[in-house]
């Protein structure tokens, strides 16, 4: 029974578990999920560039983006958070003055991006050739059925995997706070730290990980219900008036992947 009050006492604390929920609610939340999903948009923009960049014939495109991609996805995401975080202001780079925060969106978007430019490029490369060869035959040029037909394909069935993504950057968010962030720019990891240095007690570091928990969970089974709809695929209604235009793309796809599969 002692060793049962002795983990109560240090993880499960109810004034210390309680007391640190409003500093969190106030901004460590907010901080958190602000971290994340500028990073993703980031990663997002640039992971596009990097797919067909790694996807294009020309050498000049292709190598650069798989550098980045082999380089950012094999370091250590603190490493890259600290070089990228205190690394540009000796070189005389204070693209934001002293201020932290963007430093770390920066470098946690740039992690981020070459994980999805890997999504992407497995998605886009999963879409049947027949496809954009059939768009090519229908008129479109090069680019138009890249962008019109098979990159919004190979997007959608990526979608479980960029949620995923997310998730990572909800939890890689905790590691800003080697730079030293300013009190109302501390994330969850960093409240819950602050606050058990501070009581001397682990419960706020465990309400810290009830709240990713609490963000995290519902994202995963978002990512379920995501990946079911994908499976069971959804039907499409199409314009009477577009009809005839899409007998003919169908029945190319399917003469050109019956082609393809001899």
């Known amino acids: 029974m ?10 499960f604390d109810w004034e210390s ?28 923009i640039l992971g596009m560039a990097l797919a067909l960049m790694s996807m294009s014939n020309k050498i000049w495109l292709k190598w650069p983006a798989r550098t980045f991609i082999n380089v950012f996805r094999g370091l250590p995401a603190v490493l890259t958070i600290l070089v990228i975080g205190q690394g540009l202001s000796p070189l005389g780079l204070e693209l934001w003055g002293p201020n932290p925060y963007p430093l770390g969106i920066l470098a946690l978007g740039l992690i981020s991006a070459a994980y999805i430019g890997e999504i992407f490029r497995s998605g886009i490369e999963s879409v049947e050739r027949g496809q954009f060869e059939a768009s090519r035959a229908l008129g479109m040029s090069h680019s138009s059925a890249m962008l019109k037909v098979v990159v919004p394909q190979g997007i959608r069935r990526v979608l479980p995997a960029l949620v995923n993504q997310f998730i990572s ?3 890689d968010s905790s590691l800003v706070y080697f730079l030293g962030l ?24 465990v309400t810290s990980g009830i709240m990713y928990l ?10 379920g219900r995501i ?5 069971d695929g959804k039907k499409v209604s199409v314009p009477v008036e577009d009809a005839d235009t899409f007998d003919k793309y169908a029945d190319l796809v399917l ?4 082609k393809e599969s001899k």
């Open 2 to 11: 002692e060793i049962l009050d002795r983990i109560f006492r240090t993880f």
């Open 17 to 44: 578990l309680i007391g640190v929920l409003p500093t969190m609610l106030q901004y460590a939340v907010w901080n958190t999920l602000l971290l994340a999903l500028c990073a993703s948009v980031l990663g997002v």
């Open 169 to 171: 950057n909800i939890k």
């Open 182 to 205: 300013l009190t109302n720019q501390r994330e969850l990891f960093r409240v819950g730290q602050d606050e058990a240095i501070t009581t001397g007690n682990l419960s706020p570091l």
């Open 214 to 223: 609490i963000i995290t969970i519902p994202l995963t089974f978002l990512v």
């Open 227 to 231: 990946d079911r709809r994908l499976k």
């Open 255 to 258: 003469t050109t992947t019956a």
